[in-house]
């Protein structure tokens, strides 16, 4: 598979970004990344929304690579999943994401307190390892966008 198989498949189309783009979806990576450090919520909620930087980051390298995901379902899989093609991410790393992603699922929708300390600790760890490497590969790539 490739991101222009994705396009083919009409998962993804064709659409260039800009540096103001770039810094918006690095802000909502910031901003999802400090609701999650407030210890005070449930860790559900910090949970889902760590979560939500991992799609921004996802995200980010997608449309910094000049592509945008149609709006079907499965999108946010299929986000994640580019990861594989954009910055070369491991397909253990896309496995986990990808699980990250079902247990949002269900602390969003079937069960609330699913959600372990263990597994918050987890999707922290993880997500700042992968916001490295985003800011990394974005400012070796693509130079000309942002990185932070």
Known sequence: MSLEKYVENAWLRREPTSPQEITDQLGIVARSMNDAAVESISDDLRFYTTFNAVLALANTALRA???????QQGH???TIETLEYTIGADPKLIRKLLAFSKKRNVASYDSAGSVSHQELKDILYTVEELRHTVETWLGTAHPELPSR
Do not use: E
């Open 76 to 78: 946010h899989a299929r």
């Open 65 to 71: 690579s000049g592509y945008r995901t149609t709006n």
